[in-house]
Nanobody, 122 residues
Framework: QVQLVESGGGLVQAGGSLRLSCAAS????????MGWYRRAPGKQRELVAT???????NYVDSVKGRFTISRDNAKNTVHLQMNSLKPEDTAVYYC????????????????WGQGTQVTVSS
């Protein structure tokens, strides 16, 4: 089993920045790709960004150029740097991990954190 714990959410004004972190523990040797998802009120969960074990990244179009995903394999952590935040970025953000090399499919991510709230005020 793998445990994921997110931190770093909060309230920020539009145009501001936040950095989310996710710490992995447990059977981390099984993890390959990791990702950040978000769920806004009344909307379905959305893939925000993914990163493979060798650092290849992928982003949803709405956050390209504003968000950066990174990981530190030695510390078993993954981060999401969010800049130029917009009110539409308001959501609960979830860290996820998969044993697959990479996937965009939610169902492929076997491990999930509890989520951290990000609220962007206008």
């Amino acid at each position: 089993q793998v445990q994921l714990v997110e931190s770093g959410g909060g309230l920020v004004q539009a145009g501001g920045s936040l950095r989310l972190s996710c710490a992995a523990s447990g059977s981390i040797f099984s993890i390959n790709a990791m990702g950040w998802y978000r769920r806004a009120p009344g909307k379905q969960r959305e893939l925000v960004a993914t990163i493979t074990s060798d650092g290849r990244t992928n982003y949803v179009d709405s956050v390209k150029g504003r968000f950066t995903i990174s990981r530190d394999n030695a510390k078993n952590t993954v981060h999401l740097q969010m800049n130029s935040l917009k009110p539409e970025d308001t959501a609960v953000y979830y860290c996820a991990a998969t044993t697959a090399r990479w996937s965009r499919a939610t169902d492929d991510y076997e491990y999930w954190g509890q989520g951290t709230q990000v609220t962007v005020s206008s």
